[in-house]
Structures are given as C-alpha cells and as structure tokens.
C-alpha cells in the first residue's frame, strides 16, 4: 500500500505541494536569519513528496528550537495544522480516503513543530 499511495499522492498534488515547500524553503533561504525556517520547508518538501511508510517523531529540539517553533507556530505554523487537520478530516469521510487524511494528519504535526521533528 505505501508504494501505490504514494504513486496516487504524487500523481494528485504531491509532486506541486513539494515543489511548492521547496521553492519556499529557497526564498526563506536567502537570508541568514532565514536558513533555519527554510532548512524546514525542504524537510517538510520531502515528506510532501512521499509521505506513506514515514513516521514523524517529535521533540529533541533544545532551547533554539524551542523558540524557533514559537516563532513557526506564531506566524504560520497553527494555520498550516489546522489546514491539514481540515483536509484530513475531509479525506477520512470515505473510506477510499482514509489513508491519505492520516497522511495529512502527520503534515499537521510536522507542520505545526518542525524543529526537531525526525523523519522515519
């Protein structure tokens, strides 16, 4: 099942939603201050891209990622979860969609802490 989600993930918006997280992960990427939050978008651009078979483990971030999810969580990251967790809902109506809502379910943990989130 993860290949073919996968495959059906990618050929239905994944492809477009990491190419998106990537080019934002560039832009972020420009500035100094920057290079942390967009070492993020290209974590988050790689699991937008394959997202079944990967778990997302939280925690283990210290005292810099502490205030680096603060600021996240401040400026984009709730409505980034609360998106996801919308979508995933959406998706979990149907049993055919099921596996793609949890798959937006984990976007929205990772979308909500970053730092220091591990990639399985």
Do not use: D, S, Y
């Amino acid at each position: 099942m993860n290949f073919l989600g996968n495959i059906i993930w990618l050929l239905f918006g994944g492809i477009l939603g990491a190419i998106a997280w990537f080019l934002t992960g560039l832009i972020w990427c420009v500035t100094i201050i920057g290079i942390p939050f967009g070492i993020q978008f290209f974590k988050i651009a790689a699991f937008v891209l394959w997202p079944f078979g990967k778990e997302i483990e939280l925690g283990n971030f210290g005292a810099g990622g502490l205030i680096f999810n603060i600021i996240w969580i401040i400026f984009f990251g709730w409505e980034f979860a609360i998106a996801h967790l919308i979508i995933g809902a959406i998706f979990c109506v149907t049993v055919v969609g099921i596996p793609f809502g949890l798959q937006h379910f984990k976007l929205a943990q990772l979308g909500l802490i970053p730092f220091g989130a591990r990639i399985h």
